[in-house]
């Protein structure tokens, strides 16, 4: 009998059964019935086992089973004391077992040809040649499980937005490139004539071009200036321009300074009438006709300022000044120089006190016309013009004597009684209130004085003698009387010329 330790031959041959059974289930095949002779159990290491037969020796009396079960696992395995490593027993090498730590389930496979010590739980048909894998990345048949790729959600869906805007963008860009440098574009067809004014913004200029069909957009004109640095070169003046020009055919005219071009100063003088300005012109050869040009204008109607339907002419309203005018001149140039020029000051003029005295701007504007027709110095501007509203509002006759010459055309020698006792209406000794229409054109200052005059109680003003053309003022007629007499008895002294300037 061998020592207690030791496993006999028959336990050995048991375990080799053993093994041969589990081996074709590892394999992925069907394992054959179970041996039906039972396996014998160990004996105590103090108590050395009866000399018994093997099957008598490992039967269990309590449960029947046939040896001892790994916990957990419904295999039979024998049982193998620790001391006996069963070398010498193992016929096939390449019969593995895998076996799995107690406390990691998913550690890799062992192999080996040993037996697993008690304690250790095996784990038939999981053991593989070659690398070894968990568990979890097997299926049940010991095949591994194909891994799944992961697919971000959306990836897909938001690049194909992200590459649609991109294209759209582009060709908005594109389309927006085109159309402001218009590459394509041709140099223009017809004829436009457009004028520019003075002082015209970009933007405006823009606009213009657009409505006369010689550029397509504005907008784009504006900023093909702003881009080239062409805002503040843009020159007023009238151009000979096509249609469908691009807008650097455009702005290369419209920026082009224009070839010399021969003016003539032309100035005119206040206080001078529409028939003098006549003769002046007649007497340059200017073209044209001033007293027709100056009847009527779509520049400027009289009605607006108060004047009545019946107006016979723009007398009043041609503002003196010096205007530069291109040649050749003609008559009807100057007049419109000259109604633009008025509309722009006479709006700068604060007609408060007149309308307080219930006078229009027409008004005005012919008390402005006596004005200028009898003061000689800026002083005596508004001293005159408190006379003439001080006589209106007594209800006097004005018997001005530049209303009479305005009726009779002598601008230069002495009235006659016939001309001092016409009956025009413009003759103020005989007709109250104001004459019918300005009797001259006067200019901003003798508006001014107009507008405002001084505020005393004068009703009379002679020239003074010697007085380089100031004049003597007076509120009493015998104040007057006698400053009439120092005027007549300086002109006698004078052989009959005046005694403004002795």
């Known amino acids: 009998m061998s020592d207690s330790r030791e496993r006999t031959a028959e336990e050995r041959e048991a375990a080799r059964r053993e093994r041969e059974a589990r081996r074709p289930a590892r394999k992925g095949r069907p394992a054959p019935p179970p041996n039906p002779e039972p396996l014998p159990s160990p004996a105590p290491r103090s108590t050395p086992a009866p000399e018994t037969s093997p099957a008598s020796a490992f039967a269990s009396e309590d449960d029947g089973h046939d040896g001892y079960e790994a916990p957990g696992h419904p295999d039979r395995d024998a049982y193998e004391s620790p001391e ?278 027409y008004d005005v504007l012919t008390v402005a016309s006596i004005i200028e027709g009898e003061a000689s110095t800026a002083r005596d501007r508004a001293l005159v013009a408190s006379v003439i509203y001080n006589r209106l509002h007594d209800r006097m006759p004005l018997q001005m004597d530049s209303t009479t010459r305005f009726a009779s055309g002598n601008y230069t020698n002495p009235l006659t009684a016939s001309q001092l006792n016409s009956s025009s209406p413009y003759n103020t000794r005989l007709h109250k209130g104001l004459p019918p229409t300005p009797i001259n054109n006067p200019g901003l200052a003798a508006i001014e004085a107009a507008a405002h005059p001084a505020r005393t109680n004068d009703l009379y003003f002679v020239v003074k003698p010697c007085g380089n053309g100031e004049m003597v003022f007076s509120s009493s007629y015998a104040q007057f009387l006698h400053d009439q007499a120092l005027y007549r008895a300086a002109r006698t002294r004078r052989g009959g010329r005046s005694p403004a300037n002795c």
């Open 84 to 361: 006996d490593d069963g070398h010498d027993e193992y016929e096939d090498h390449e019969d593995e077992v895998g076996w799995v730590g107690p406390e990691e389930e998913d550690q890799a496979v062992f192999e080996g040809p040993e037996e697993a010590p008690s304690g250790i739980r095996r784990v038939p048909g999981i053991a593989t040649r070659g690398r070894p894998e968990s568990r979890r990345s097997q299926s049940r048949s010991g095949v591994p499980k194909p891994r799944r790729e992961s697919r971000p959600r959306g990836h897909s869906r938001a690049g194909r937005v992200a590459a649609l805007l991109a294209i759209v963008l582009a060709a908005g860009l594109i389309w927006f490139l085109v159309q402001l440098f218009q590459p394509f574009h041709g140099s223009g067809q017809g004829d436009v004539v457009v004028t520019v004014p003075a002082h015209t913004s970009s933007s405006q200029v823009g606009d213009l071009l657009a409505r006369e069909g010689v550029v397509s957009s504005g907008f784009f004109f504006e900023l093909r200036a702003t881009l080239g640095g062409k805002r503040g070169s843009l020159r007023p003046g009238t151009y000979h321009l096509q249609r469908d020009m691009s807008y650097g055919a455009a702005l290369a005219v419209l920026t082009t300074p224009p070839p010399p071009v021969k003016v003539t100063n032309l100035t005119i003088i206040e206080g001078k009438s529409r028939s003098q300005i006549n003769a002046l012109l007649r007497a340059q050869a200017i073209a044209g006709s001033y007293m027709v040009a100056t009847r009527h204008s779509p520049l400027l109607d009289p009605r607006r300022y108060g004047a009545p339907a019946s107006t016979p002419s723009l007398e009043g309203f041609l503002f003196p000044s010096t205007y530069q005018l291109r040649d050749p001149v003609t008559a009807a140039a100057l007049a419109n120089d000259q109604l633009r020029t008025f509309r722009s000051r006479f709006a700068t003029v604060n007609l408060g006190y007149a309308s307080s005295r219930h006078l229009t701007a």
